[in-house]
T-cell receptor
Framework: DAKTTQPPSMDCAEGRAANLPCNHS???????VYWYRQIHSQGPQYIIH???NNETNEMASLIITEDRKSSTLILPHATLRDTAVYYC??????????????FGGGTRLMVKP | GAVVSQHPSRVICKSGTSVKIECRSL??????MFWYRQFPKQSLMLMAT?????????EQGVEKDKFLINHASLTLSTLTVTSAHPEDSSFYIC??????????FGSGTQLSVL
């Protein structure tokens, strides 16, 4: 699986949009971009994933650049409960070997009042 | 979304005892489950891949006799930490594959060995 690079920490004001970047310059054509987050002392929570088109769900939006070498997770209106470590992961969907998720350091997002 | 239940959420045990952690996929069948370990302020580290009906595959450096994994059914995998020692104290997390797309995670088990 391709390696990802994320800033170690970010701050965001409550109610504002949080934009979390991720670089994955060695991503392969069949690798998806996944985002998970982990709130303190809990298991990671799935947020969103995409291949090349932008995606949106009830939690967030995922913007993937045209060359797929980077992406941005957008939380449109951050709340204090969004304070967590956010992990960007690229992996091949399907198949046993491709299901392993390799977690990097993630971005520690602190939402402040 | 799919639910993965992990139990217990917290366990304190004496050194030398064994501890069993259960991971259940509640509303879907999971042929493959994964076990991770996480130390404070560090990222998740994959320990092993649990395959239903076959032996688990362990990552390099993980002792298979120390961390026994059983995946007896399509909805249950167990991790047993045998003869636990204080250095085994950690946050253990399981995950299960859903429809070849997503992995859903349990809520984790905080193990403290005295």
């Amino acid at each position: 699986d391709a390696k990802t690079t994320q800033p170690p920490s970010m701050d965001c004001a409550e109610g504002r949009a949080a934009n979390l970047p991720c670089n994955h310059s060695t991503i392969s054509g069949n690798e998806y971009v996944y985002w998970y987050r982990q709130i303190h002392s809990q298991g990671p929570q799935y947020i969103i994933h995409g291949l090349k088109n932008n995606e949106t769900n009830e939690m967030a939006s995922l913007i993937i650049t045209e060359d797929r070498k980077s992406s941005t997770l957008i939380l449109p209106h951050a709340t204090l409960r969004d304070t967590a470590v956010y992990y960007c992961i690229v992996r091949v969907a399907g198949g046993n070997a491709g299901n392993m998720l390799t977690f990097g350091g993630g971005t520690r997002l602190m939402v402040k009042p | 979304g799919a639910v993965v239940s992990q139990h217990p959420s917290r366990v304190i045990c004496k050194s030398g005892t064994s501890v069993k952690i259960e991971c259940r996929s509640l509303d879907f069948q999971a042929t493959t489950m994964f076990w991770y370990r996480q130390f404070p302020k560090q990222s998740l580290m994959l320990m092993a891949t649990s395959n239903e009906g076959s032996k688990a595959t362990y990552e390099q450096g993980v002792e298979k006799d120390k961390f026994l994994i059983n995946h007896a059914s399509l909805t249950l995998s167990t991790l047993t930490v045998t003869s636990a020692h204080p250095e085994d104290s950690s946050f253990y997390i399981c995950s299960a594959q859903y429809r070849n797309e997503k992995l859903f995670f349990g809520s984790g088990t905080q193990l403290s060995v005295l």
